[in-house]
């Protein structure tokens, strides 16, 4: 798993948790390159965005998360280094 797959995964959750930044066209390309990474303040997501987020990983990583531990990282980018570092653990 490299961080382009976890952002892949981000994405998907992002989009099924409805979170508007996304849906621009600019913005995710961006993201998706690594050109930028999102906070979770630029992201205002709400509770079932948090959670589809957190259902993306664990189906896509393996690793379960809860939707209030995703307060401990600023942005995607901290949250992906995280998830990444645990994966190869």
Same mark, same amino acid.
Request: hydrophobic residues 50%; proline residues 1%; aromatic residues 6%.
């Given at each position: 798993?490299? $961080?382009?797959?976890?952002?892949? *995964?981000?994405v ?9 930044p *996304?849906? $621009? ?11 930028? $990474? ?5 992201l ?8 589809e987020?957190? *259902?993306? *990983? ?17 942005? #995607?980018?901290e #949250? ?6 645990? #994966?190869r653990?």
């Open positions: 798993m490299n $961080d382009a797959a976890i952002r892949e *995964i981000f998907e959750g992002l989009v099924a948790g409805a979170v508007h *996304i849906n $621009d066209v600019e913005t995710r390309k961006a993201y998706l390159d690594g050109a930028r $990474d999102l906070t979770f303040d630029e205002a997501m709400d509770s079932l965005a948090r959670m987020l957190c *259902i993306a *990983i664990e189906v896509g990583t393996g690793v379960s998360m809860a939707p209030e531990e995703l307060g401990r990282y600023r942005s #995607l980018g #949250l992906a280094a995280w998830l990444l570092e645990r #994966l653990a």
